[in-house]
C-alpha cells in the first residue's frame, strides 16, 4: 500500500517537473533567438524548474517566503547579469521579466495550475516573438486610435460592472447592466472593423474594405462610397462591391449576435439571414469578376468616426432603450402589429438597435419566437430601403440603380428564407 502511495506521489512530481520543464524550454527557445539576451533555452528551463522546486519546498516547510525568496534570487541575478555587461541595445528588462514569469510559471505548475500556466507561457513567448511586428503596430496607431482603445476600455471595465443588474421602469424592460452590456458588444464589434481598416488600409481590396467597414458603420460606408462615386465617377464599381459587401456583413452581424446571445433563436433565424447572404454573395461575386482590377484606382480615404466614443456610446445606449420600452410597450399593447410597426421605423435608422432589443424580449419570455424573428427581419429590410435613400440621394441614379438591384437580391434572399422557414 505504501509503495502504491509512493509510486503514485512519484508519478505526480514527475508529470509536475516535465511540464516546467517544457514550459521553460518554450520560452528560452525564443529567446535563444536573441544573441544579447543573458538567458536562453537552459536558463529558462531551469528557473522553471527552480519555480516548481520552490513551491515543493514552500509546502513542505509550510512557509511562503521560499517562494518569495527564491523570486527574489531569480530577479537579482539576471539584473546582475546585464549590469556586468551592459548593453545599450539590450537593457535586458524583458527578458528579466520573462524570467520572473517562467519562474512564477513553475510555482503554479506544482499548486495544480498546469492549464493557466501553458496558456499564459504560450501567450507570453507569442508576446515576445512577435517583437518586430508588435512595434510595427504601435507605431502605425495615432492618439485617435489610442484613445479608441481607452474609451472602449471606460465602456466595458469601468461603467459596465458598476451598474445594477436588475429590471427597471414598465414591464421591467430596462436593465441597466443589460443595456449597456449591448452598448459594449455593438461598440467592441464596431471597433473591430474600425481598427482592422485602420491598420490593414484600404489597399487589399474592395471586398476586404466592404467586409471590414460593414462591421464598423454600414450607413457610414454606404455615405463615404456614395460621395467618392459623385465625385470620381469611374469609382462607380468599386463602390458597388464595397457597398453591397458592407451591407452583407449586416447580415453576418446580426447572425453572430444571435449566437452569441440567444443562441435558441438562432435556427429559426438562420434561413432568412442565410439566403440573403447567399444572394448577396452571388451579386458580389458577380460583381467582382466584373470589375476585375482596380489596383491602380485612387484611394479612397474612409473618415469613420470613432465607435467606443462615449458620446456615440451613450446615444447607442438611449436609443436602444427606448426602443426597448416601446418594443415591450407596443408588442403588449398592439400585439405583433405594434411591435412591426417599431421595427419598421427603428430600422430606418439602426438595424442593430431593435435586433439587440427584440432577442433580449425574447430572452425575457416576452416575445414569441416567430415575432422576434419577424421584427429583426422587417428591421433589415428598412434598412435597405435607408441607405439606398441614401445611395440616391447622394450619388444619383447611376449608382442607385445599380446599388438597388443589389438591395433587391439581399431582400429576396431574406424574404425567401423567411417564408421557406414558414412553410
Not at 543573458?38 to 519546498?57: D, E, S
Not at 546582475?80 to 535586458?92: F, I, K, L, V
Not at 488600409?201 to 476586404?208: E, F, K, V
Not at 418594443?327 to 411591435?339: C, H, M, P, Q, T
Given at each position: 500500500?505504501?509503495?502504491?502511495?509512493?509510486?503514485?506521489?512519484?508519478?505526480?512530481?514527475?508529470?509536475?517537473?516535465?511540464?516546467?520543464?517544457?514550459?521553460?524550454?518554450?520560452?528560452g527557445?525564443?529567446?535563444?533567438?536573441?544573441?544579447s539576451?543573458?538567458?536562453?533555452?537552459?536558463?529558462?528551463?531551469?528557473?522553471?524548474?527552480?519555480?516548481?522546486?520552490?513551491?515543493?519546498?514552500?509546502?513542505?516547510?509550510?512557509?511562503?517566503?521560499?517562494?518569495?525568496?527564491?523570486?527574489?534570487?531569480?530577479?537579482?541575478?539576471?539584473?546582475?547579469?546585464?549590469?556586468?555587461?551592459?548593453?545599450?541595445?539590450?537593457?535586458?528588462?524583458?527578458?528579466?521579466?520573462?524570467?520572473?514569469?517562467?519562474?512564477?510559471?513553475?510555482?503554479?505548475?506544482?499548486?495544480?495550475?498546469?492549464?493557466?500556466?501553458?496558456?499564459?507561457?504560450?501567450?507570453?513567448?507569442?508576446?515576445?516573438?512577435?517583437?518586430?511586428?508588435l512595434?510595427?503596430?504601435?507605431?502605425?496607431?495615432?492618439?485617435?486610435d489610442?484613445?479608441?482603445?481607452?474609451?472602449?476600455?471606460?465602456?466595458?471595465?469601468?461603467?459596465?460592472?458598476?451598474?445594477?443588474?436588475?429590471g427597471?421602469?414598465?414591464?421591467?424592460?430596462?436593465?441597466?447592466?443589460?443595456?449597456?452590456?449591448?452598448?459594449?458588444?455593438?461598440?467592441?464589434?464596431?471597433l473591430?472593423?474600425?481598427?482592422?481598416?485602420?491598420?490593414?488600409?484600404?489597399?487589399?481590396?474592395?471586398?476586404?474594405?466592404?467586409?471590414?467597414?460593414?462591421?464598423?458603420?454600414?450607413?457610414?460606408?454606404?455615405?463615404?462610397?456614395?460621395?467618392?462615386?459623385?465625385?470620381?465617377?469611374?469609382?462607380?464599381?468599386?463602390?458597388?462591391?464595397?457597398?453591397?459587401?458592407?451591407?452583407?456583413?449586416?447580415?453576418?452581424?446580426?447572425?453572430?449576435?444571435?449566437?452569441?446571445?440567444?443562441?435558441?433563436?438562432?435556427?429559426?433565424?438562420?434561413?432568412a439571414?442565410?439566403?440573403?447572404?447567399?444572394?448577396?454573395?452571388?451579386?458580389?461575386?458577380?460583381?467582382?469578376?466584373?470589375?476585375?482590377?482596380?489596383?491602380?484606382?485612387?484611394?479612397?480615404?474612409?473618415?469613420?468616426?470613432?465607435?467606443?466614443?462615449?458620446?456615440?456610446?451613450?446615444?447607442?445606449?438611449?436609443?436602444?432603450?427606448?426602443?426597448?420600452?416601446?418594443?415591450?410597450?407596443?408588442?403588449?399593447?398592439?400585439g405583433?402589429?405594434g411591435?412591426?410597426?417599431?421595427?419598421?421605423?427603428?430600422?430606418?435608422?439602426?438595424?442593430?438597435?431593435?435586433?439587440?432589443?427584440?432577442?433580449?424580449?425574447?430572452?425575457?419570455?416576452?416575445?414569441?419566437?416567430?415575432?422576434?424573428?419577424?421584427?429583426?427581419?422587417?428591421?433589415?429590410?428598412?434598412?435597405?430601403?435607408?441607405?439606398?435613400?441614401?445611395?440616391?440621394?447622394?450619388?444619383?441614379?447611376?449608382?442607385?440603380?445599380?446599388?438597388?438591384?443589389?438591395?433587391?437580391?439581399?431582400?429576396?434572399?431574406?424574404?425567401?428564407?423567411?417564408?421557406?422557414?414558414?412553410?
Amino acid at each position: 500500500m505504501e509503495n502504491n502511495f509512493l509510486t503514485e506521489t512519484g508519478l505526480e512530481f514527475a508529470q509536475a517537473f516535465l511540464l516546467s520543464l517544457g514550459v521553460g524550454l518554450l520560452m528560452g527557445l525564443e529567446r535563444e533567438r536573441h544573441s544579447s539576451s543573458r538567458a536562453g533555452l537552459r536558463t529558462f528551463a531551469l528557473t522553471a524548474l527552480l519555480g516548481t522546486i520552490a513551491g515543493l519546498l514552500g509546502e513542505k516547510s509550510g512557509s511562503e517566503w521560499v517562494l518569495a525568496a527564491g523570486l527574489l534570487m531569480v530577479g537579482l541575478m539576471m539584473v546582475a547579469a546585464y549590469h556586468s555587461r551592459p548593453d545599450a541595445q539590450d537593457p535586458g528588462t524583458t527578458s528579466v521579466v520573462a524570467l520572473l514569469l517562467a519562474y512564477t510559471f513553475g510555482a503554479m505548475i506544482w499548486y495544480q495550475e498546469q492549464t493557466l500556466a501553458v496558456m499564459l507561457a504560450i501567450l507570453t513567448t507569442v508576446l515576445l516573438y512577435f517583437k518586430t511586428e508588435l512595434h510595427l503596430l504601435s507605431e502605425k496607431l495615432t492618439r485617435k486610435d489610442l484613445i479608441s482603445m481607452l474609451q472602449f476600455g471606460v465602456l466595458s471595465l469601468v461603467i459596465l460592472p458598476i451598474l445594477p443588474d436588475q429590471g427597471f421602469g414598465p414591464y421591467l424592460a430596462l436593465n441597466p447592466y443589460q443595456v449597456w452590456w449591448m452598448v459594449v458588444l455593438i461598440s467592441g464589434m464596431s471597433l473591430a472593423g474600425y481598427a482592422a481598416l485602420r491598420l490593414f488600409g484600404q489597399q487589399h481590396g474592395a471586398p476586404l474594405i466592404g467586409l471590414m467597414g460593414g462591421l464598423a458603420s454600414s450607413t457610414a460606408i454606404t455615405l463615404v462610397y456614395s460621395r467618392h462615386v459623385k465625385a470620381t465617377p469611374n469609382l462607380l464599381r468599386l463602390s458597388m462591391v464595397v457597398i453591397l459587401t458592407a451591407n452583407v456583413v449586416v447580415l453576418v452581424r446580426l447572425s453572430l449576435l444571435a449566437a452569441m446571445l440567444q443562441p435558441e433563436l438562432l435556427p429559426q433565424l438562420l434561413p432568412a439571414l442565410g439566403g440573403g447572404l447567399l444572394l448577396g454573395l452571388v451579386v458580389i461575386g458577380w460583381l467582382w469578376r466584373i470589375l476585375g482590377d482596380q489596383s491602380g484606382q485612387p484611394e479612397t480615404p474612409l473618415n469613420l468616426h470613432n465607435p467606443a466614443e462615449i458620446r456615440t456610446a451613450l446615444t447607442f445606449g438611449c436609443i436602444y432603450a427606448v426602443v426597448l420600452l416601446l418594443a415591450a410597450w407596443l408588442s403588449d399593447v398592439a400585439g405583433s402589429e405594434g411591435l412591426y410597426a417599431i421595427s419598421l421605423i427603428s430600422g430606418f435608422t439602426d438595424v442593430d438597435a431593435i435586433a439587440l432589443s427584440s432577442l433580449r424580449l425574447f430572452g425575457m419570455g416576452k416575445l414569441p419566437m416567430h415575432e422576434a424573428v419577424n421584427s429583426i427581419v422587417i428591421a433589415f429590410l428598412a434598412n435597405l430601403v435607408f441607405k439606398l435613400g441614401i445611395v440616391f440621394s447622394v450619388a444619383g441614379p447611376s449608382l442607385g440603380r445599380r446599388i438597388g438591384l443589389g438591395f433587391l437580391a439581399l431582400a429576396a434572399g431574406t424574404i425567401g428564407g423567411w417564408i421557406f422557414m414558414h412553410l
